[in-house]
């Protein structure tokens, strides 16, 4: 079913409000899939290569799915939304455009974002546009892997040695702020919350993600750092973004611009 044929997404706000929302989500997908691409071949051992294009792949293919429902409401193709737009018309946290680091700075920010996701499947699963919700506990079953992943691996990287926790510490707080901004709304998501498209807004997702990741980082021997006061980074939500996406999408982008007409 069209999501332009749900009644409760006739109302112009809504409509807009959850197109910015989905290309969100669609947004966040790919360009971290993207990133967590770029360590095939670099990757520790050959099992965390496989591993992590898998869950690239992965990420990017959901990002597909949320640019098709996207395009019920705006028209267009998946394609010209992922591969033909500027950067500032990307509406995905900085946090995921920033480059990959290390490994332990990656495994922190996979196991963050993750948990992030997480909370946001889940108040679209609890909502009552059924298109979404369907695709949503879908991609939930899917993406436990990944948090058992990131999981795993940040208990290691954090256990190891007391150097490589110094590491994971440095990277959980220099990826502290970024994280945070993962839960700043696009413009009216309050309306969605309203229309019972999904269930919490901004706010209550934030709460709900500290709440989950906060006792992982403890298991892990990691402090959680405090919410931050007021936060210094671009709000990719509104277009704002780093020097590192564009050099990130002038890369996505080469082949479609090369050969017009390519399909991912």
């Given at each position: 079913?069209?999501?332009?044929?749900?009644?409760?997404?006739?109302?112009?706000?809504?409509?807009?409000?959850?197109?910015?929302?989905?290309?969100?989500?669609?947004?966040?997908?790919?360009?971290?899939?993207?990133?967590?691409?770029?360590?095939?071949?670099?990757?520790?051992?050959?099992?965390?290569?496989?591993?992590?294009?898998?869950?690239?792949?992965?990420?990017?293919?959901?990002?597909?799915?949320?640019?098709?429902?996207?395009?019920?409401?705006?028209?267009?193709?998946?394609?010209?939304?992922?591969?033909?737009?500027?950067?500032?018309?990307?509406?995905?946290?900085?946090?995921v455009e920033r480059p990959n680091g290390d490994w332990g700075f990656t495994i922190t920010r996979m196991?963050?974002?993750?948990?992030?996701?997480?909370?946001?499947?889940?108040?679209?699963?609890?909502?009552?546009?059924?298109?979404?919700?369907?695709?949503?506990?879908?991609?939930?079953?899917?993406?436990?892997?990944?948090?058992?992943?990131?999981?795993?691996?940040?208990?290691?990287?954090?256990?190891?040695?007391?150097?490589?926790?110094?590491?994971?510490?440095?990277?959980?707080?220099?990826?502290?702020?970024?994280?945070?901004?993962?839960?700043?709304?696009?413009?009216?998501?309050?309306?969605?919350?309203?229309?019972?498209?999904?269930?919490?807004?901004?706010?209550?997702?934030?709460?709900?993600?500290?709440?989950?990741?906060?006792?992982?980082?403890?298991?892990?021997?990691?402090?959680?750092?405090?919410?931050?006061?007021?936060?210094?980074?671009?709000?990719?939500?509104?277009?704002?973004?780093?020097?590192?996406?564009?050099?990130?999408?002038?890369?996505?982008?080469?082949?479609?611009?090369?050969?017009?007409?390519?399909?991912?």
């Amino acid at each position: 079913m069209s999501l332009a044929a749900v009644p409760v997404l006739r109302p112009p706000e809504v409509r807009s409000a959850l197109a910015g929302y989905l290309l969100a989500i669609a947004d966040d997908e790919l360009i971290l899939g993207h990133r967590h691409s770029e360590w095939t071949g670099f990757a520790p051992d050959i099992e965390s290569d496989v591993a992590l294009s898998s869950v690239a792949q992965e990420e990017i293919g959901h990002a597909r799915l949320f640019y098709e429902r996207a395009c019920d409401l705006l028209g267009g193709d998946p394609d010209t939304l992922a591969y033909g737009r500027a950067p500032d018309e990307f509406r995905s946290a900085v946090f995921v455009e920033r480059p990959n680091g290390d490994w332990g700075f990656t495994i922190t920010r996979m196991c963050l974002y993750d948990h992030a996701d997480a909370v946001r499947l889940e108040a679209l699963a609890a909502g009552t546009v059924s298109p979404l919700a369907d695709l949503a506990k879908t991609l939930r079953r899917e993406e436990k892997y990944h948090l058992m992943y990131g999981e795993q691996w940040l208990r290691h990287l954090s256990q190891a040695t007391p150097d490589s926790r110094t590491r994971v510490q440095e990277a959980l707080d220099r990826a502290w702020p970024d994280a945070w901004m993962l839960f700043e709304p696009v413009d009216a998501q309050s309306a969605l919350v309203a229309a019972g498209v999904m269930r919490g807004d901004a706010r209550d997702q934030r709460r709900l993600w500290l709440a989950q990741i906060a006792p992982i980082l403890d298991g892990a021997g990691l402090k959680t750092p405090s919410p931050p006061d007021a936060v210094a980074v671009p709000n990719g939500r509104i277009g704002a973004h780093t020097d590192d996406l564009r050099v990130l999408l002038d890369e996505m982008t080469s082949v479609r611009r090369t050969e017009p007409g390519a399909r991912w």
